[in-house]
C-alpha cells in the first residue's frame, strides 16, 4: 500500500478551494454565506447540495451524499483515496512525497507506466523511421492525419517478429513488465510481440500516460485476412492489465476533460481516427470508447466531465440503429446521464468530414455543427428507433414497441425524469400519459414462452393485418347487405383506401359491384388473395345481431353503417394527425420553414376535417 502522511493530506486540503472543486461537477452559487448546487450525485433540478466554506465540506439534502474534496473528487473520478489526494495536490502545484507501504504496488505501477511509455516511443520510432511502416504512413495520410496531429496523440506502428521484445532486451527492461501490459505473448516458451503490423494507438490514463494500446489492422491486411478467411479484428486492444481496464478508459478523455467544460459538451465518438480527425478540425471535446460497447463506468465517468445533457453521441447514420448504440444509450439512462444522440448523414463519417486538417472548410465544420444542433434526445432516439412509424403498428406490435421502451425508460434512477420520459413514450404513440405511466410502474406483462415450432409443421401462413372493430363491423355489414354499399360511398364517402392493403382489394369489389351476391364477392376475393376468400366467408357466417335477439331491421343498420365509417374516418384522420405532429417536430428540428409552413396548414385542414365529422 502506499500512504501519504496526515501532514500532506492536511497540506493539500488546506491548499483546495471545495468551491472550485464543486465547479468542475457543478454549477455552483453562493447562497447566503454558503455556496450551493444541483447535486453531482443525484438527479435534479433545484438546488439541495450545500457547500460549507468554514469546515469545508459539501452536503446533499436530497440523497444525503456528503464529505470533502478528497472524497468528492474519490467519488466522482472513481478513484482511490490516494489518487484523489494526487489529483488534488496537482490542481494545487504541491509535489506529494509518496511512502511505500510493507505490500506496496506504487513502485509495481510506476514500473509499469514506465514500461508502457517505452512501448510507446518505440511504436512511434517505428511508424516514423521504419521503412516497413511505409503502408502505414500513407493510410494514415489516406485519412489525412497529418504528422502533428499523429504525434500528438502519439501514433506508432508494430513492426511484430519480436522487435519490442528484443529492443527492451538491449535496453535492459524487465520483460516482465511488458508482458503484464499485455504487449508480449508466449510462443512455444519463447517470448514475443503480442500486436505486429498495426497501427497503434495509446489510451491514456488521466495524467496523459500511456497505459493500454489499441492496434489498427491497415485496410490491404483486413482485405486479404478476409479473403483468406481468417477473422481477424479491424482493431486489437489490450485485455485488462494493472494499469487498465477496458470497462473504465476512454480514449482521448485526458485531454478531451477541460476543452469538454470550456464548450459545454462532450462528444462520443466511435473510433480514434474521428477523434483525431476532430481534434484538428478544433474539436478538442471528443472522446472514443474502445473495445467494448459503452460501459455504466464509462456512463458515469463521462457525465461527471460535463452532465446535464451535454453529453452527445455522435453515431454514424448507417449504424445509428444498432444495436451497441442502442446498448450504448439504455446504458446512460439507466446510470442517471442523460445523452443526445447526434447522427451523421449517411454517406459521412466525422473522420471523412472534418479529416482535411488546417484546410478543414467552414463547409464542413457547419455541418458538424448543424449535425450537433440536431441532436435528440435519448429517449427520443429510441422511440426513432424501435418504431419509427407508431402510426403504422397494429396492436400487438404497439404493445411490443411501448413496453420495449418502457424497458429502458424504467431503470431511470430518478422518478421525475422517469415520468418525463414517459410522457414522451406516450405521446410518440399517442396513448394517454397516465396510461403509460401506469404502465410504465407495472412492468410488461409476463409474456408465455412461445412454443417451438413442430419438426416437421408446415410453414405458418402470413396472417392478414388486423382490422379495427369499426373497420371489420363495415366489411361485415357491406358484405352481408347489398344494399348497404351504395350508401357507403355516396352518402359516408367510404373508401377502400380507408381499410389496410390486401382489404382495400375487398372493399373496393364491395364499393364497385354493389350487385354482387356473396358467392361472386367470395370468388373475386379468392382470386385476389386465398386469404381474402376465407375472410369473407368468416365474415359471412358472423351473425349481424347476437343470436336470439330479433332480426335487424334495415333502418338500423343503415345507422349503424353511418356510425361506423364516422368511427372510422375520425381515427384516420387522427392518425393522420399525430403523423403530422411528429413531421412537424422534426421540420421544427432541421428548421425547415417552408415545410413547416405547409405541413401546418395541412394539419389543421385535417384537423377542421374532423371537428366536422364530430
Ligand atoms: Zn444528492
Redesign the pocket.
Known amino acids: 500500500m502506499v500512504r501519504i502522511g496526515e501532514d500532506q493530506v492536511r497540506r493539500v486540503k488546506e491548499a483546495t478551494d471545495i468551491v472550485q472543486v464543486m465547479s468542475e461537477y457543478a454549477a455552483v452559487r453562493k447562497s447566503g454565506k454558503n455556496f450551493v448546487c444541483c ?1 453531482p ?2 438527479q435534479e433540478r433545484s438546488p ?2 450545500y457547500i460549507y466554506t468554514e469546515d469545508p465540506s459539501y452536503y ?1 439534502f ?2 444525503k ?1 456528503h464529505g470533502d474534496a478528497i472524497s468528492l473528487v474519490q467519488k466522482k473520478e472513481n478513484v482511490s483515496f490516494v489518487d484523489a489526494v494526487e489529483i488534488l495536490a496537482r490542481r494545487a502545484g504541491i509535489t506529494l512525497v509518496l511512502q511505500e507501504g510493507p505490500a506496496g504496488n506504487r513502485g509495481e505501477r510506476d514500473a509499469l507506466v514506465a514500461a508502457a511509455a517505452f512501448a510507446t516511443s518505440f511504436y512511434e520510432r517505428c511508424l516514423w523511421e521504419a521503412p516497413e511502416a511505409a503502408d502505414a504512413r500513407a493510410y494514415l495520410e489516406s485519412r489525412r492525419l497529418g504528422r502533428a496531429s499523429c504525434e500528438r496523440f502519439r501514433l506508432g506502428w508494430s513492426l511484430g517478429r519480436g522487435s519490442l521484445v528484443d529492443a527492451a532486451r538491449r535496453k535492459g527492461l524487465d520483460l516482465a513488465l511488458l508482458a503484464k501490459l499485455d504487449l508480449t505473448v508466449d510462443r512455444d516458451g519463447r517470448l514475443t510481440d503480442r500486436f505486429y503490423e498495426r497501427v497503434m494507438f495509446p489510451i491514456c490514463d488521466r495524467f496523459g500516460n500511456p497505459i493500454a494500446f489499441s492496434g489498427r489492422l491497415l485496410p490491404a491486411a483486413e482485405k486479404a485476412a478476409k479473403e483468406a478467411g481468417r477473422g481477424v479484428g479491424k482493431y486489437v486492444n489490450n485485455t485488462d492489465t494493472p494499469l487498465y481496464q477496458k470497462g473504465h478508459i476512454v480514449f482521448n478523455l485526458h485531454r478531451a476533460r477541460t476543452a469538454a467544460r470550456d464548450a459545454g459538451r462532450l462528444i462520443v465518438m466511435e473510433g480514434p481516427t474521428d477523434v483525431m480527425a476532430a481534434d484538428q478540425a478544433g474539436y478538442a471535446e471528443c472522446v472514443a470508447v474502445l473495445g467494448t460497447a459503452l460501459t455504466p463506468e464509462h456512463a458515469r465517468q463521462l457525465n461527471s466531465v460535463v452532465g446535464d445533457g451535454r453529453l452527445i453521441l455522435l453515431l454514424d447514420g448507417d449504424r445509428a440503429g444498432q444495436t451497441n448504440a442502442l446498448k450504448g444509450i439504455r446504458t446512460c439512462l439507466a446510470v442517471g446521464a442523460p445523452v443526445k444522440v447526434a447522427i451523421l448523414p449517411d454517406e459521412l463519417d466525422p473522420a471523412e468530414l472534418l479529416a482535411a486538417g488546417d484546410t478543414v472548410t467552414p463547409e464542413a465544420k457547419a455541418t458538424f455543427e448543424r449535425v450537433l444542433a440536431g441532436a435528440r434526445s435519448d429517449v427520443d432516439h429510441l422511440l426513432r428507433t424501435v418504431a419509427p412509424r407508431p402510426y403504422d403498428l397494429d396492436r400487438e406490435a404497439l404493445v411490443a414497441a411501448v413496453d420495449e421502451v418502457l424497458g429502458s425508460v424504467r431503470p431511470m434512477p430518478d422518478e421525475e425524469q422517469r415520468r418525463l420520459a414517459a410522457h414522451e413514450v406516450a405521446e410518440w404513440f399517442n396513448v394517454p400519459r397516465d396510461r403509460m405511466e401506469k404502465r410504465l410502474a407495472e412492468g410488461p406483462a409476463p409474456r408465455a414462452p412461445a412454443a417451438p415450432p413442430a419438426e416437421d409443421a408446415p410453414p405458418a401462413e402470413i396472417p392478414l393485418p388486423k382490422l379495427d372493430n369499426a373497420q371489420d363491423r363495415i366489411l361485415q355489414l357491406l358484405v352481408a347487405r347489398p344494399t348497404l354499399r351504395p350508401i357507403a360511398a355516396d352518402e359516408h364517402g367510404l373508401e377502400p383506401s380507408h381499410v389496410p392493403p390486401p382489404w382495400d382489394t375487398l372493399l373496393g369489389h364491395l364499393l364497385m359491384q354493389p350487385e354482387d351476391d356473396f358467392h361472386a364477392v367470395q370468388s373475386a376475393a379468392t382470386t385476389a388473395d386465398p386469404r381474402l376468400g376465407d375472410a369473407v366467408g368468416r365474415l359471412a357466417r358472423t351473425p349481424l345481431v347476437p343470436r336470439g335477439a330479433a332480426p335487424p331491421e334495415d333502418a338500423d343498420l343503415r345507422h349503424e353503417l353511418a356510425l361506423q365509417v364516422r368511427t372510422l374516418r375520425r381515427g384516420l384522420l387522427r392518425t393522420a394527425i399525430h403523423r403530422l405532429g411528429v413531421a412537424i417536430q422534426d421540420a421544427e428540428r432541421a428548421r425547415d420553414m417552408v415545410k413547416l409552413k405547409a405541413l401546418f396548414s395541412e394539419r389543421s385542414a385535417l384537423q377542421r376535417e374532423e371537428r366536422d365529422l364530430g
Open positions: 447535486c450525485f443525484h439541495s447540495c446533499c436530497g440523497c451524499a
